[in-house]
């Protein structure tokens, strides 16, 4: 087979392009605004978990958001059930995504690509040799990858085609970056994750790195009929070098858009909670380190003592003892007791309005949202 350069194949339709349009206008609203370095710290944390939960999920895991967060507080808590060591797998892979998107001595070559394998598999029997190529012929479902003797060929041409400079605008490029190693299936397993972990890392290298903040897998969890839809409309029955990847492009694109404005939406509110909480901080006695347990239980909905000491870095005494102020000040809600002790926030009321160099922006991709979800 002479794939020695791959070539993708697709259309850019007016839809895409609106789509793609609209991606651009947000991406520069969500990189514009402002959020506190370790505010935002704490969000990047909280999508890791999403993106781990979501991308098991789509492969038939049970464990869910809250679930995957008290796994990655414990980390190795001795023998872990399937579920869990795909979802800790998972945490440390998209770690790693994270990692490479801020180096640019590190390109998504193959070397790249079999390390997020190998993360991705870590614990994993060995006849499903992590990081390496197969060395036989699998199926997915009713589609058919090309023959195993192909793979090392066609991987390279991916792996060039990755790392060039091909004009490609970033969104399609992250699209193509994912219908590709799907067709190719060059694993025994973990193809589904590292595509789209290969995705997000093309986005993340890219101007369209939304922060960081994008969790693509969740929405496809969410859209996985269609999402499966969109891949065997796009390759049908078995591999062909010129499928046309226009189908898988146009969903992939309205994936984007509409996570991104959701993406708007959520870090529009979490200003607007931000500007609640500081206006009300103002009035009350509390210290800054407080204040950070209040926001931190605002932004993941509760916070536990181990929480408070992670995020403070106090004593086990100091960290008893500020959350008891935050609770008697009404700032913090506990619910049950000694070590399974959560506090649940309590947020000030307040109206908010956009700035006005945000509302117009809002305003228009919040009609673009209600029209993507019409087609």
Known sequence: MNDTIFTPNFKTSDAMQIHLENIGRTSWLIQNMLIMPKHEAWIRRQVGVRRAAATTQIEGAS????????????????????????????????EFVDYASDEPGITPDEMVIR?????????????????????????????????????PTLMRAYSDWLKSDNKIHPVLKAGIAHIQFVAIHPFWDGNGRVARGLATLVLQRSEYHFKKLLSLESLLYRMRDEYFGAIERTLGKSYSPGYDATPWLEFFVRVVVTHAFELQIELTDWHRQMEDVYRALEKADINHRQADGVIFAIRMGHLTRSDYL???????????????????????????????????PKIPDSRYEPPPEQGRLFEINTSKRKEIKKR
């Open 115 to 151: 390390q997020l394998n190998r993360e991705f598999l870590r614990g994993a029997p060995e006849h499903l040799i992590p990081g390496r190529y197969r060395n036989g012929q699998n199926t997915v479902g009713p589609y058919t990858p090309p023959d195993q003797g192909d793979v």
């Open 310 to 344: 992670e995020i403070t870095g106090v004593s086990q005494v100091t960290a008893s003892r500020d959350l008891a102020r935050l609770a008697r000040m009404g700032w913090l809600v506990p619910q049950g007791r000694t070590r399974a002790r959560v506090y649940l």
């Open 63 to 94: 464990m869910n958001e809250a679930q995957v967060e008290e796994l990655r507080k414990k980390g190795h808590p001795g023998k872990l059930t399937d579920d869990e060591q795909e979802n800790l797998n998972a945490l440390q892979a998209y």
